[in-house]
């Protein structure tokens, strides 16, 4: 079980928080180390017109989460722990430090975050270590991707869009003998769908949706960011778009290949069809899946139900999971 990050109030007074090092910075906020609480951090906002109620939002969810969930959650995301407010208005929130396998050494010995574009482009000498000399096996990149398909496909289930996706927000770990995992930082751009998001979101360029609608990131557009992702890794390309060719890496398991490749020319269709998370998750996991028949009469939708608590419609339809005999999942590659 993963220790609780934070066992304080939801809301902080900043000036009761001992900041040390600044950690990073980006466009929307920098991020300090909170000294008398080790392995916590505090993402302070440069910018205002950060919502409390949509950073609330986010700061209850894992309290409403199973316990095998919310380890999850804590394990692979910077997640909004407790909003930190100053002299009364919001000015960031507290979240867990990046834990240390997700950093590497480059030629030089600086210490750099082992992100996504380690996966997507060809390896360089001056990466270091933070890439092996013979590079990512396909082993390695498959869990990677199933392991991000994986938090995708719960957030989804929890009506949580991620928004941005880059190869600069997810981080992976698993080339020095340890489990491959993955974790996301920026979790304050995530948001509720039908909700606002704390601040107006990034979308990263060359991981946009061209389809994105007017009112901004969803379920959909995650669903098209989600395939960018698995194309990309498994090709080691850093600009393929669905409908391109898919010339997966040697090494990706030839059942688990075709219903990708499947699945990668189906994210080129239009808005609202392009395949879910668990769809992605089901051929990564290198399983069989039998569709269920057409459901039979719609029961018609309760009318004091808030509209954003439906499930998606766009979703496909279930699958049963079956397991050939002397088949399962990929294993895991064994070897911040």
């Known amino acids: 079980m993963t220790t609780q990050p934070w066992s304080g109030p939801t809301d902080v007074d900043e000036a009761t928080l001992r900041l040390g090092d600044e950690l990073g910075s980006g466009g929307q ?18 910018v205002g017109g950060a919502d409390p109620a949509a950073l609330k939002l986010l700061v209850d969810i894992p309290a409403q989460l199973q316990p095998a969930e919310r380890d999850s959650l804590y394990a692979q995301t910077s997640w ?28 030089a010995g600086s210490k750099k975050l082992r992100e996504l574009q380690y996966l997507v ?21 498959v869990e990677v991707a199933r392991e991000f398909t994986k938090l995708i496909n719960t ?26 995992t993955i974790f996301v930082i920026d979790c304050d751009g995530i948001r509720k769908l039908g909700s606002r998001p704390v601040l107006p979101q990034a979308d990263t360029l060359d991981w946009n949706d061209p389809h994105q609608p007017p009112s901004g990131p969803d379920l959909d557009t995650d669903r098209y960011k989600l395939a960018l992702l698995v194309g990309r890794v498994l090709t080691m390309s850093p600009y393929i778009r669905p409908g391109d060719q898919l010339s997966l890496l040697s090494g990706v398991p030839d059942q688990a290949a075709t219903r990708l490749s499947a699945h990668w020319q189906q994210a080129a269709g239009k808005y609202g069809t392009r395949p879910a998370a668990s769809q992605w998750l089901m051929a990564l996991s290198n399983r069989n ?6 459901w039979g009469k719609v029961r018609p939708r309760d009318p004091g139900l808030p509209r954003q608590e439906l499930e998606d ?10 397991t050939p005999h002397g088949t399962g999942p990929l294993p895991r590659q064994t070897g911040t």
């Open 29 to 46: 906020g920098r991020v300090l180390r909170v000294t008398d609480h080790p392995g916590l951090a505090f993402k302070q906002y440069k």
């Open 80 to 107: 909004p722990l407790a909003r930190v407010f100053n002299k009364g208005q919001l000015s960031g929130f507290l979240m867990q430090e990046i834990p240390g396998r997700f950093f590497g050494a480059n030629s």
């Open 121 to 141: 482009y060809p390896r360089k000498p001056l990466w270091g270590d933070i890439v092996p000399d013979a590079g990512v096996p396909a082993a390695t990149r």
């Open 155 to 180: 957030l989804h289930g929890r009506g949580l869009v991620l928004g941005d996706v880059s190869m600069s927000n997810v981080l992976w770990t698993g080339t020095d003998g340890g489990a491959v």
């Open 289 to 294: 899946d039998i569709a269920l028949q057409p």
């Open 313 to 322: 419609p766009t979703a496909s339809r279930p699958v049963i999971k079956v």
